[in-house]
């Protein structure tokens, strides 16, 4: 009983004390409290100003949820305490020892809270790139200021409207271009939307333009209010960086559709202009754009023309005079360097800077200053052909992107080259007059964001066009009003007589009125495509007897008035993509027509009197509607020399092979057949000589197998299996080989036309080979669109061989689709420098970044003499399905990426299903002293699988597994080919039955493969 009564008395007096300490100690840790509040409330300050600096300046980064969840513990603590400090002065006396420890639990929360506060990882991580387009442009000389001090305008949230001014050519354009993609590399905004405006300003086309780079589109026969309101609903959505392009023309954001920039919706907009009016106009915080100072003009003329001009005695001088010329106007710099790049001859030079001193002279307004630079370039030309080439290029919209084969075309047409031979004679002229002017930087290539070209792509710079009107003069009689938003065409009495080439496309024109009949007997050339055109009179055409080319693509018009039948002089009759096109007149009077292009045209019948076109050269009628082709029509084309007929539905049989096996001058021929016709053709190719380029479309859906071995004959033969080549139906192909094919350049070509017809023809493919395809570059090639999603899906084996053209293998993007790949083979590819090509952005980076092959089995890569990595910078492949790796004399090689699965202690361990890593036996030396694998201990690890082969054992050695995994994929053995790998490198043999549903594969004598 004592003893309990101790205890109690014990717990009573700790307590007693307790809340004496308590009461006694209250002020003392009120203080404490106050003190360690004022250390955290610093490091909050602190923390704030490292958020500033870390990450909103750097846009690259966003605040760590660790960070923002300390923050928001700090603000709890805060009102903790003031409730504290409120209780001090009210609290009961008696109450004072349990508001004290209250107190002391807060001091211990206001101490850990400072602890977490260090964050010496840094406040921010990686942002997620914006969604946008990124462009291909020139590293930047000078400007670096200018360009960051848009990029604090557009991360700062004072100003939400920037407007970048300056003279043309002073390289606006340029500066916005490297803005818009360090944009996309990780920002603040989930938007980065790219638009060329131009002259004149289109609403209707701005909105267009808009909406489809945000990824959506407008009704078009919805009015300007209803579609801006659709539009500003859209852009509502996102916080975006709009940049406007070239604007010349007052406007209102609201009346398009595009928000207007808030502090609260944090958008940007930013417009390029020549006019700092329009800049104040739209409110805009206005940078200049100055001319680059006398060195930075020197450094970007060097960088084009070529540092060894400096080693030529006396000239460096002379370079600095010529740039002086320039006026530190980099595009003028640019052309200037062009043309005279590779030029060693002093003498040469001192002409050109007399040549260029005259040009300058004559400016006589501040507008034409870069003008007559520009003349400069295209009076070095030094062909009369060259530059009436380059003018016709005028004739076109500003800002329209030309196909190397539309533009050759066009200069064909206008009799601008040559066609009196054969009409690849003209092609290789036409594409050395664009390597001129390319040259020269009076046209530029386009190249896209992964340094591919957009298939030969070119565009002429609006100020080098403005240029090229100019130089035209009243003498050409030239008539240019290409994309001026006319509605109407000119009157009457604009159509003087001396009139030569007018163009008028890219306009709202719908109806050429009854009465207009314009005077023009000297007209060659008449331009109306891309207008809403509906009705043109019967009067238009009656006075223009000696018009040579008349162009009506992509227009509205339905019928064809019947004076097309007077225009007896008329060469080329383009009506491409008219798709409301129903009827022709008699076509028997225009003897002299050499081209008649209705692709895409929708009638349904040949036009009347088409057999009478005996001096016809081209002729494209790939028609949806067309229902066939009467007999006997061909054959009176006896000039023809290009041919495409394309059946859209395999439905009748629209095109006679034994007529066009007659066309003894046929160059090219574009055309669906049935398999049966498809060998008759075959058959024939000795007797087509003259045969350079074949596009042919098989209408089969039963097709499983596929091999093109071309003959000598046939060589050329240019390929695409998604667009172009063989396939219309052929939705059961699963094997497809292609070797000894020079003209083919890419296998699958995808642009906005063509990407959605890749789908059936791909989607159960499984084996492509490839083999002896000297002028393959890429697998893919994307113009202007994204990768679809299922092309290649269901691809096991991949296999490249002797395609020397190849640099890089697939591309990061592709590889993502490309997750069923069991089998990768890549041999004697002597240019291939890389297998995974990673962005510019990753293989520079100091971070690591993964790429997964969650099926791939076998890797083979064998006699890449330039291969430098399997992908550049820090790139990782996860591939814990590999069996066997065999790296064969890729003597440039460094680094194996392989990524070795961790145990549980952190050492690595082999990829749990490898049985083999095959090295040759002259490449001891190159894995022990020159690979590396990402970890220190990797090579001991994979010292249990690495055999050493022979190199004359290579082949036998790899024939077994070839055909092992082949029977994985085709279990049965009555569709099993045989596959034969002869030391001659002839890849696949085939004998037998090579199809499950009947369909053989069997040499002919000629090298070409029959398919039935």
């Known amino acids: 009983m004592d003893k309990m009564m101790d205890k109690m008395t014990d717990k009573i007096v700790e307590k007693v004390e307790n809340f004496v300490d308590h009461h006694g100690q209250l002020e003392e840790d009120l203080n404490e409290l106050r003190s360690e509040w004022q250390v955290l409330k610093r490091r909050k300050i602190d923390v704030n100003s490292r958020i500033q600096?870390?990450?909103?300046?750097?846009?690259?980064?966003?605040?760590?949820?660790?960070?923002?969840?300390?923050?928001?513990?700090?603000?709890?603590?805060?009102?903790?305490?003031?409730?504290?400090?409120?209780?001090?002065?009210?609290?009961?006396?008696?109450?004072?020892?349990?508001?004290?420890?209250?107190?002391?639990?807060?001091?211990?929360?206001?101490?850990?809270?400072?602890?977490?506060?260090?964050?010496?990882?840094?406040?921010?991580?990686k942002r997620a790139p914006a969604c946008g387009m990124v462009i291909p442009t020139e590293n930047l000389e000078g400007e670096i200021s200018t360009k960051d001090e848009i990029w604090e305008h557009l991360m700062g949230n004072k100003v939400g409207m920037i407007g970048v001014c300056g003279i043309g050519g002073v390289g606006k354009t340029t500066i916005m271009k490297h803005v818009n993609n360090d944009l996309l590399t990780g920002s603040i905004f989930q938007k980065v939307i790219w638009v060329t405006v131009?002259?004149?300003?289109?609403?209707?086309?701005?909105?267009?333009?808009?909406?489809?780079?945000?990824?959506?589109?407008?009704?078009?026969?919805?009015?300007?209010?209803?579609?801006?309101?659709?539009?500003?609903?859209?852009?509502?959505?996102?916080?975006?960086?709009?940049?406007?392009?070239?604007?010349?023309?007052?406007?209102?954001?609201?009346?398009?559709?595009?928000?207007?920039?808030?502090?609260?919706?944090?958008?940007?907009?930013?417009?390029?202009?020549?006019?700092?009016?329009?800049?104040?106009?739209?409110?805009?915080?206005?940078?200049?754009?100055?001319?680059?100072?006398?060195?930075?003009?020197?450094?970007?003329?060097?960088?084009?023309?070529?540092?060894?001009?400096?080693?030529?005695?006396?000239?460096?001088?002379?370079?600095?005079?010529?740039?002086?010329?320039?006026?530190?106007?980099?595009?003028?710099?640019?052309?200037?360097?062009?043309?005279?790049?590779?030029?060693?001859?002093?003498?040469?030079?001192?002409?050109?800077?007399?040549?260029?001193?005259?040009?300058?002279?004559?400016?006589?307004?501040?507008?034409?200053?870069?003008?007559?630079?520009?003349?400069?370039?295209?009076?070095?030309?030094?062909?009369?052909?060259?530059?009436?080439?380059?003018?016709?290029?005028?004739?076109?919209?500003?800002?329209y992107e030309f196909s190397k084969k539309e533009l050759i075309?066009?200069?064909?047409?206008?009799?601008?080259?040559?066609?009196?031979?054969?009409?690849?004679?003209?092609?290789?002229?036409?594409?050395?007059?664009?390597?001129?002017?390319?040259?020269?930087?009076?046209?530029?290539?386009?190249v896209d964001s992964r340094g591919y070209l957009f298939g030969y792509v070119f565009k002429i710079h609006d100020i080098v066009r403005d240029m090229a009107i100019k130089s035209i003069g009243p003498g050409f009689g030239y008539k240019v009003k290409a994309g001026m938003n006319l509605k109407k065409v000119p009157n009457e009495c604009e159509w003087v007589k001396d009139l030569k080439k007018v163009s008028l496309m890219a306009n709202g024109i719908s109806k050429i009125p009854a009465g207009l009949s314009p005077q023009c007997p000297s007209l060659s050339t008449l331009i109306l495509s891309d207008n809403n055109l509906s009705e043109i009179s019967s009067s238009f055409f009656e006075d223009m007897v000696g018009l040579n080319v008349l162009d009506l693509s992509s227009t509205s018009i339905e019928a064809l008035p019947d004076s097309i039948s007077n225009?007896?002089?008329?060469?080329?009759?383009?009506?491409?993509?008219?798709?409301k096109l129903k009827y022709l007149p008699s076509l028997a009077t225009l003897r002299a027509l050499k081209k008649l292009d209705l692709y895409g045209a929708g009638i349904e019948v040949v036009p009347i009197g088409m057999e009478m076109l005996v001096s016809l050269e081209y002729l494209d009628l790939n028609c949806e509607n067309l229902k066939k082709i009467p007999t006997e029509i061909l054959p009176s084309f006896s000039s023809l020399q290009y041919l495409a007929?394309?059946?859209?539905?395999?439905?009748?049989?629209?095109?006679?092979?034994?007529?066009?096996?007659?066309?003894?001058?046929?160059?090219?021929?574009?055309?669906?057949?049935?398999?049966?016709?498809?060998?008759?053709?075959?058959?024939?190719?000795?007797?087509?000589?003259?045969?350079?380029?074949?596009?042919?479309?098989?209408?089969?859906?039963?097709?499983?197998?596929?091999?093109?071995?071309?003959?000598?004959?046939?060589?050329?033969?240019?390929?695409?299996?998604?667009?172009?080549?063989?396939?219309?139906?052929?939705?059961?192909?699963?094997?497809?080989?292609?070797?000894?094919?020079?003209?083919?350049?890419?296998?699958?070509?995808?642009?906005?036309?063509?990407?959605?017809?890749?789908?059936?023809?791909?989607d159960k493919l499984e084996w492509l080979i490839l083999q002896d395809l000297?002028?393959?570059?890429?697998?893919?090639?994307?113009?202007?669109?994204?990768?679809?999603?299922?092309?290649?899906?269901?691809?096991?084996?991949?296999?490249?061989?002797?395609?020397?053209?190849?640099?890089?293998?697939?591309?990061?993007?592709?590889?993502?689709?490309?997750?069923?790949?069991?089998?990768?083979?890549?041999?004697?590819?002597?240019?291939?420098?890389?297998?995974?090509?990673?962005?510019?952005?990753?293989?520079?980076?100091?971070?690591?970044?993964?790429?997964?092959?969650?099926?791939?089995?076998?890797?083979?890569?064998?006699?890449?003499?330039?291969?430098?990595?399997?992908?550049?910078?820090?790139?990782?492949?996860?591939?814990?399905?590999?069996?066997e790796i065999q790296i064969i004399k890729c003597p440039e090689l460094k680094r194996i990426p392989l990524q070795l699965p961790l145990l549980d202690n952190g050492q690595p361990s082999p990829p749990p299903c490898l049985e083999k890593m095959g090295i040759d036996d002259e490449s001891k030396e190159w894995w022990e002293s020159v690979v590396e694998l990402d970890h220190s201990n990797a090579k001991n690890i994979l010292q249990p699988f690495l055999k050493f082969t022979p190199i004359d054992e290579w082949d036998l050695c790899i024939v077994e597994e070839m055909r092992m995994r082949f029977r994985r994929i085709h279990p049965s053995p009555s569709a099993l080919p045989c596959y034969l790998i002869n030391s001659n490198y002839d890849l696949?043999?085939?004998?037998?039955?090579?199809?499950?549903?009947?369909?053989?594969?069997?040499?002919?004598?000629?090298?070409f493969t029959h398919c039935q």
């Open 53 to 125: 600096v870390e990450v909103e300046v750097h846009s690259g980064q966003v605040v760590k949820e660790e960070v923002k969840g300390w923050l928001e513990d700090v603000q709890k603590i805060e009102q903790d305490i003031q409730d504290v400090e409120e209780r001090v002065g009210t609290v009961p006396y008696y109450k004072r020892a349990s508001l004290d420890k209250l107190v002391c639990e807060k001091i211990e929360v206001v101490k850990r809270i400072q602890e977490r506060g260090i964050f010496e990882g840094g406040l921010g991580i």
């Open 198 to 399: 131009s002259y004149p300003l289109n609403v209707f086309e701005l909105q267009k333009k808009t909406a489809l780079a945000m990824g959506k589109t407008l009704r078009e026969d919805e009015e300007e209010m209803r579609r801006a309101a659709a539009l500003m609903e859209i852009m509502g959505r996102v916080r975006f960086v709009l940049i406007l392009d070239d604007v010349w023309e007052n406007f209102s954001l609201i009346d398009v559709g595009i928000p207007k920039p808030t502090l609260q919706n944090g958008c940007k907009v930013v417009i390029t202009s020549r006019s700092t009016d329009v800049c104040n106009f739209l409110g805009c915080e206005i940078v200049k754009v100055q001319p680059l100072s006398p060195r930075e003009s020197l450094n970007l003329f060097l960088n084009r023309v070529g540092h060894d001009v400096l080693q030529v005695a006396g000239l460096e001088e002379m370079l600095k005079l010529i740039v002086e010329e320039c006026a530190g106007l980099p595009l003028a710099i640019v052309v200037v360097a062009g043309c005279m790049r590779g030029e060693k001859d002093i003498i040469e030079w001192r002409n050109a800077l007399n040549e260029l001193r005259q040009c300058v002279k004559s400016v006589k307004v501040k507008e034409d200053m870069i003008f007559r630079r520009l003349k400069f370039s295209y009076d070095r030309l030094g062909s009369l052909e060259i530059q009436k080439c380059f003018l016709c290029c005028s004739l076109f919209r500003a800002d």
């Open 409 to 446: 075309e066009s200069w064909i047409d206008e009799g601008l080259i040559d066609e009196s031979g054969r009409r690849q004679e003209a092609y290789d002229r036409g594409h050395a007059f664009l390597n001129r002017l390319e040259k020269n930087c009076l046209l530029e290539k386009m």
């Open 567 to 579: 225009l007896v002089n008329l060469y080329a009759l383009r009506l491409r993509k008219c798709k």
């Open 645 to 762: 007929i394309y059946p859209r539905r395999a439905i009748t049989k629209r095109i006679n092979i034994e007529e066009v096996a007659r066309l003894s001058n046929l160059e090219s021929l574009e055309c669906g057949m049935e398999v049966q016709d498809f060998n008759y053709l075959v058959n024939k190719s000795k007797d087509f000589d003259s045969l350079t380029a074949y596009e042919f479309r098989l209408t089969t859906d039963t097709l499983e197998h596929l091999s093109i071995a071309c003959s000598k004959n046939m060589k050329n033969m240019r390929c695409s299996l998604n667009k172009t080549v063989l396939l219309e139906n052929a939705t059961e192909l699963r094997c497809c080989y292609i070797r000894n094919c020079e003209g083919i350049e890419c296998i699958v070509e995808l642009d906005s036309s063509s990407s959605s017809l890749c789908f059936p023809i791909l």
């Open 774 to 883: 000297p002028n393959v570059s890429v697998l893919v090639r994307v113009e202007g669109v994204a990768t679809p999603p299922h092309i290649f899906s269901n691809l096991k084996s991949l296999i490249i061989r002797f395609c020397s053209a190849m640099r890089k293998l697939v591309t990061l993007e592709l590889l993502q689709v490309l997750q069923n790949l069991e089998c990768i083979q890549v041999r004697g590819c002597i240019q291939m420098e890389e297998i995974i090509a990673s962005s510019d952005s990753d293989a520079s980076s100091s971070n690591k970044f993964t790429f997964t092959f969650p099926k791939l089995r076998t890797l083979i890569l064998v006699q890449l003499d330039q291969l430098k990595s399997i992908c550049s910078g820090k790139g990782v492949m996860i591939c814990d399905s590999i069996e």
């Open 988 to 1007: 696949f043999s085939s004998k037998g039955n090579f199809s499950r549903r009947n369909s053989k594969a069997k040499e002919n004598g000629t090298g």
